[in-house]
């Protein structure tokens, strides 16, 4: 669907506020009489708390209060299950949520303690370094294959062991075909991700105004509806009396979707005690043990072909890091689990999982959110395989490729949603057609990589295929008004990290209504202006949120037309929307202006009638029966320097399938930031803890992120194939550039590498890890 | 990430600063570019309870060339100045080379030449081209002034011969010898990330091609800046062949520094990348030497 506004590659409505600095961010909240927090956390990984002697810190001048776990009464309760299990069978899940402050015992370094309350940040900051924890060190749990040794230290004692969850889901007899396998190929792979570092860092601002018994709480988070839910349970107030507002926030990728964090309860509730705002701005040094990471998983995956190159079956059994508290359930395992099998069309598969509790901070989804270690397995374990049969690695994909007309595709194993897991719709081969003629595949391999081989540069390509479940439930909603001015005001539930929304469905919305894009104005991320919805994440905005806007959007349409066909004196079907006019076809004179029509449906005398709503105003929502799958191919050319094992980029493209897009530029942004930061994944980030659980490289000296110049350009190129699963046709794209790089990586630098014959079964690579994995069999030998 | 409280002063004059740091000694810092002694104290890890700024003190900046002589550069230089100043373009091309290597522009245009080299980080860079420009720097204390030798300089781990109430205040490099060549070569992860390894090394010739004289100076090797002894003695009086010059790198790698491993490079890749960029740079040394 292309048409003026849907489709258009539109300059982005939020650009000029955020570009010239007039944006709000939670940290440009200044409130008189605010007073401002910073928390002690813990130095050690495990330890008992022996006592906690904060005298002298009281004593600084300015500091107001103090409160440690023992001072938070009925208050100090574990958070909430975010993500309650699957119903999958047989399924163990033994859930620990964080605590608000640790009490007796701490499980990860940087756990907060005690909460201290100042007249400024320094001054509590000051006072910090003045709180002596009197600590009992516990060995710590690091090594996930550690974790369930019968000796490991065991992080909640009332567990008796570290086992979080333990999930097998099978599709069609594995163990049965096994035998009938030409070949079986088996490995070990090590999937390792690191912190997302969204530019901006959490916040709170909490403003208890006891007058009208009304809290506002400014916060950097993904999902302010249910944050306001939660809190005003916590808190024993009505959901009215909680306004929760999200700004503008520089960055969520998940983990500031709802997590209930610490920070998150106490302000609220600091500010009610002293009746005064409260500020807390998270900063770089908390944000690498305070926010939530990704991490590692070590699979033990098995695949059995035929001859030919037919996948008959994948067996995986893998472990997963949940770190000391598992709040957000097991969505990031499922992923991997359920993103594993691909594009292909594969009869059997047996996935095993157990997820372990760590000494480390939380896991949970980060864009991508699992999904990037199952499509690791499955792409590494078909290049060996097309090693081993001597097959292309471009043709061993192709013959496994889901064909267009078995969707949709059942892949009979349950998703994150708890809806099985059914790929809606898809067309994989043209994606993959597309990605060879960018990358110019034929020419690179016959032609240009030998030339550039003969002359001693080490060149090499990689091409992986992916997908990505999208958009899932339960629901959003919206509302949308036609103002008396013409203007078109839309409030929805969600939040907005950046992604482009204020423009993306004011696009939705200009469609059905005949307005200019810039002329409609978004709301969201106040629980003041939408009451109901769910939040950002699950690369779920558009297609749920967006199909609610357009739901809306239909209705005032529908009301526009009604109305107008009254007052024309002219059949609904006559009419048409265009430049913010209601007129007659061919008669463009015979309009009335969508503002005008407000006013007349406003009136503020005489009489209406029965039954009539005011103004041109609907609300509307959309709950998708489940999620939509996106799919994709990425390539790339890499030039590996073997006197320093330094990575270049040489060439980098995308084939995307999101269904209808709605804008292509906002798309390939999305695109392009999610491939920088699945780069970092590859090659330059690490969360390296040593053996006491301490993290060695908490800052950015020492955490490398991809800068502008180790990014390249992505070139993109797009295949639309409709969700039937929602009037607009759309699938999520949030996530989907950062999920293949891994395995595309560890392709490239594989091939480039060719004649030091390394299998690299592992990510992040570095520079010093490729000397390694170079010189290990030259050492054996 | 504040830094806990301290004194702050800004004076205007080098004898003011000097008369603080006597009063203050252990206690204060002073204060060039701030930045690698800004974020220590964000993290707490330096709490100095004076801070004597010098960026007011106009007498420190400043670049002098004589004529045959060395060069002469004010401890608070700033390091843009020196990647943009005709003079150290003429007289210290090394030093102009180098400058692209460190940080940011945004960084160089804060970040000091005499900051960089009291500091003492082994990764740096300006340690290491001190040594191999044979550097002299002047220290001031209130009462007293003396010249050190950059190889005299580094004493270990950040620390240098610097006393408690001494400040560095001149850096003066000697001109280099006619037939000379240099280079710098580094490895970062990314661009303008301290080095994994770096070298910096000079090459001058005599009529007859013969090596006269070596420099060749290691970062991220050592505790400090890393001077490759027998690798220099290896180049003394010899025409630098392509196997000399790899029986240099190989000897620098394996003999002349004791690596340490860190999260970004085990001994045994820190090894290898000193061999390579010795090699790289001694060659290109000879290479600008011949011309
Ligand atoms: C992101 C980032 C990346 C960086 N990358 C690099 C890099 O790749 N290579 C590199 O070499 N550096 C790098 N740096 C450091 C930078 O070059 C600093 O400028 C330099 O290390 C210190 O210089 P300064 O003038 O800022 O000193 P300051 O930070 O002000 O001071 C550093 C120390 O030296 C002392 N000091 C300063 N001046 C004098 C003096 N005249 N006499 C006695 N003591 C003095 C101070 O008391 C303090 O202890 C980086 C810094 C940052 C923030």
């Known amino acids: 669907m292309t048409t003026r506004y849907f489709g258009q590659p539109i300059k982005r409505n939020e650009d000029p506020r955020l570009l010239t600095g007039q944006a709000l961010f939670t940290d440009d909240v200044h409130l008189p009489n605010m007073l401002h927090v910073a928390f002690l956390r813990s130095d050690y990984a495990h330890a008992h708390i022996r006592s906690i002697n904060v005298s002298a810190a009281q004593a600084i001048p300015g500091v107001v209060a103090i409160y440690t776990a023992d001072d938070l009464g009925d208050y100090w309760r574990p958070g909430p299950l975010l993500v309650p299990p699957p119903p999958v069978k047989d399924l163990i899940f033994n859930p620990r949520m964080q605590v608000p402050l640790a009490k007796n015992k701490v499980r990860h370094v940087g756990e907060p303690i005690v909460v201290i309350v100042a007249e400024s940040r320094y001054i509590a900051e000051d006072a910090a370094q003045q709180i002596f924890v009197d600590f009992e060190p516990l060995p710590a749990v690091v090594d996930i294959e550690k974790a369930l040794a019968p000796d490991a230290p065991v992080i909640h004692p009332d567990l008796a062991h570290n086992l979080n969850a333990h999930v097998i889901q099978r599709k069609g007899d594995y163990a049965a075909i096994r035998d009938q396998a030409a070949v079986l190929i088996k490995r070990r792979f090590l999937y390792d991700r690191g912190t997302a570092a969204a530019m901006e860092n959490r916040g709170i601002v909490a403003d208890w105004d006891a007058k009208n018994e009304q809290l506002t709480m400014w916060d950097t988070t993904q999902a302010p509806i249910p944050i306001r839910n939660g809190i005003a349970a916590m808190l024993g107030l009505s959901e009215r009396q909680v306004r929760v507002v999200a700004p503008f926030i520089g960055g969520g990728f998940g983990p500031k979707i709802m997590m209930f964090y610490p920070e998150e309860v106490l302000l609220p509730w600091i500010s009610m005690r002293l009746n005064r705002p409260v500020k807390w701005i998270e900063d770089r040094s908390e944000n690498f043990y305070a926010t939530t990471q990704e991490r590692g998983q070590v699979h033990e995956a098995e695949i059995a072909l035929t001859r030919d190159g037919r996948v008959l079956g994948i067996h995986d059994l893998f472990l997963h890091d949940a770190g000391a508290y598992a709040p957000y359930g097991l969505t990031v395992a499922l992923n991997s689990q359920c993103t594993l099998l691909g594009q292909y069309d594969v009869p059997h598969y047996y996935s095993e999982f157990k997820a372990v509790f760590t000494n480390k901070p939380i896991v949970t989804p980060y864009r991508g959110a699992g999904r990037q270690h199952g499509v690791f397995v499955m792409e590494r374990l078909l290049d060996i395989a097309a090693k081993e049969l001597g097959i292309d690695r471009v043709e061993i994909r192709r013959r496994n490729l889901i064909p267009p007309e078995k969707f949709p595709y059942n892949n009979e194993i349950i998703y994150q949603d708890f809806a099985p897991l059914i790929y809606d719709s898809g067309n994989y081969a043209p994606a993959l057609d597309k990605a060879l003629a960018l990358i110019d595949y034929t020419n690179f391999i016959q032609t240009e990589q030998p030339r550039l081989r003969a002359e001693g540069k080490l060149v090499g390509l990689g091409l992986v295929t992916y997908v990505e479940g999208t958009g899932i439930g339960p629901y959003e909603g919206a509302k949308v008004t036609i103002e008396t001015s013409g203007r078109v005001s839309v409030a929805t539930g969600i939040g907005t990290q950046g992604q482009g929304h204020y423009t993306v469905f004011a696009q939705v919305v200009a469609e059905q209504l005949g307005v200019n894009v810039e002329n409609v104005r978004l709301v969201t991320g106040d629980t003041a202006e939408f009451y109901w919805g769910a939040g950002t994440f699950a690369s779920r905005g558009a297609v749920v949120a967006g199909n609610a806007i357009h739901a809306a959007a239909v209705k005032v349409r529908q009301k526009i037309l009604k109305r107008a066909s009254e007052d024309l004196e002219a059949a609904e079907e006559d009419l048409e929307l265009v430049d913010g006019t209601v007129r007659v076809k061919g008669s463009p004179s015979t309009a009335i202006k969508l503002g005008e029509l407000a006013a007349r449906l406003n009136p503020l005398r005489g009489a209406v009638k029965p039954g009539a709503e005011p103004g041109l105003e609907a609300t509307d929502y959309f709950g998708p029966e489940r999620g939509a799958t996106a799919s994709g191919v990425h390539a790339m050319i890499v030039e590996v320097d073997p006197e320093t094992m330094q990575v270049e980029i040489k060439k980098y493209i995308a084939v995307h399938d999101c269904g209808v897009v709605i804008n292509p530029m906002i798309l390939e942004g999305q695109i392009q930031g999610g491939v920088a930061q699945g780069i970092g994944n590859a090659f330059y980030e690490q969360l390296i803890f040593d053996e006491n659980g301490q993290l060695l490289n908490a800052s950015f000296m020492d955490y490398l992120l991809p800068t502008a110049d180790t990014v390249p350009r992505v070139e993109m190129d797009h295949v639309e194939t409709r969700s039937p699963l929602n009037p607009l046709g759309i699938k999520g794209a949030g996530e989907a550039g950062a999920i293949p790089v891994g395995p595309l990586f560890a392709q490239a630098v594989e091939d480039a590498l060719i004649g030091y014959n390394i299998e690299i079964l592992e990510i992040p690579l570095s520079p010093n890890r490729l000397f390694e994995l170079v010189l290990e069999p030259q050492q054996g030998s | ?291």
């Not at chain 2, 100043?85 to 692209?100: F, G, R, V």
């Not at chain 2, 005499?114 to 040594?131: F, I, R, T």
């Not at chain 2, 580094?154 to 010898?177: H, N, Q």
Request: hydrophobic share 45%; net charge neutral.
């Open chain 2, 1 to 291: 990430m504040k830094p806990a409280p301290f004194l702050y002063f800004a004076p205007n004059s080098l004898d003011e600063a000097l008369l603080l740091l006597a009063q203050y000694g252990d206690e204060g810092k002073v204060l060039a570019g701030g930045q690698s002694l800004i974020p220590t104290m964000n993290f707490r890890l330096a709490q100095p309870a004076v801070l004597i700024d010098l960026n007011l003190i106009a007498e420190l900046f400043y670049v002098r060339a004589q004529a045959d002589g060395p060069l002469h550069i004010g401890a608070m230089t700033r390091q843009r100045t020196l990647e943009r100043d005709p003079l150290i373009a003429a007289h210290a091309p090394l030093l102009q080379a180098t400058m692209p290597h460190i940080a940011h522009p945004q960084i160089r245009n804060r970040g000091t030449i005499g900051g960089s080299l009291a500091h003492a980080d082994p990764a740096a860079e300006l340690p290491a081209v001190a040594l191999a420009l044979n550097a002299q720097l002047r220290l001031r204390s209130q009462h007293n002034e003396r010249w050190v030798a950059a190889r005299d300089f580094y004493r270990g781990l950040f620390t240098t011969a610097l006393a408690a109430d001494e400040m560095l205040v001149e850096i003066a490099l000697p001109s280099l010898p006619p037939r000379t060549g240099w280079s710098i070569q580094e490895m970062a992860r990314r661009h303008g990330d301290y080095a994994i390894v770096g070298v910096a090394a000079t090459l001058t010739l005599d009529e007859q091609g013969r090596c006269t004289q070596a420099t060749l100076a290691l970062l991220s090797v050592g505790e400090g800046p890393v001077q490759a002894q027998q690798a220099i003695k290896l180049l003394q009086g010899e025409l630098p062949t392509p196997a000399l010059l790899a029986a240099a790198a190989a000897t620098t790698a394996q003999i002349d520094i004791d690596p340490t491993a860190d999260i970004h490079a085990s001994v045994a890749f820190r090894r290898h990348l000193a061999q390579v960029l010795t090699r790289k740079a001694l060659t290109e040394a000879f290479e600008r030497a011949k011309r």
